[in-house]
């Protein structure tokens, strides 16, 4: 038995021998082409694939988009410089820049934000959706949508008001006494479940 294994040992450390280390990449043709990235426009595709297939140098972003859904439709994607804007089948976009990310508006207000807390501050009002990826949701104004988070917590404050609903998959829902949820309010949270319907 121990002889197999030496064996087998030495034919792995033979095969890697042979195939050699890894080839460098190339160098880019000047020093700005590692930051430019040539802008371009996609229809059709879907997030599992694009950010990797675009550009290698687009691959610290690949953790976010990761954990968007294989699923969702994109119309649209254009990449210029360090950012991505990315344009879904219902209009809303997501616009990932460096390591930040911003929302932009479209025809409702509805949004993606992904990856850092956001919120509504007291007298706001977002007269449509929010999904927040990996983060929470704060609400002291008015939503005029729903409120959804995947990894994140939703907390309604006294002043807060979501119209259409709220729910925190693998999150907490925390509604403080004075805030207002209409609809649903649902929590996932690993194996507990928390449903609450209201009008």
Request: aromatic share 4%.
């Amino acid at each position: 038995m121990k002889t197999i294994i030496s064996i087998l040992f030495l034919f792995f450390l033979t095969i890697s021998g042979i195939a050699g280390p890894p080839e460098p990449p190339e160098a880019p043709e000047s020093p700005n082409a590692v930051l430019v990235i040539p802008k371009i426009k996609l229809d059709t595709i879907r997030f599992g694939k694009t950010a990797r297939e675009i550009d290698s140098s687009q691959s610290r972003l690949d953790n976010v988009l990761q954990r968007i859904s294989d699923s969702i439709e994109v119309k649209d994607i254009t990449i210029e410089g360090e950012s991505i804007r990315i344009v879904l089948t219902n209009d809303s976009v997501i616009s990932l820049s460096g390591n930040t990310i911003a929302n932009l508006p479209h025809k409702d207000n509805s949004f993606v934000n992904v990856g850092h807390t956001y919120t509504v501050k007291q007298g706001d009002v977002v007269n449509g959706s929010i999904v927040n990826v990996g983060a929470d949701v704060i609400v002291n104004g008015t939503v005029n949508g729903s409120v959804m988070t995947l990894g994140g917590n939703i907390y309604v404050a006294p002043t807060g008001y979501i119209r259409d609903g709220a729910v925190a998959l693998s999150g907490k829902l925390k509604v403080e006494p004075g805030g207002q949820v209409t609809n649903i309010r649902l929590s996932l949270n690993d194996s507990r479940r928390e449903i609450e319907e209201s009008s």
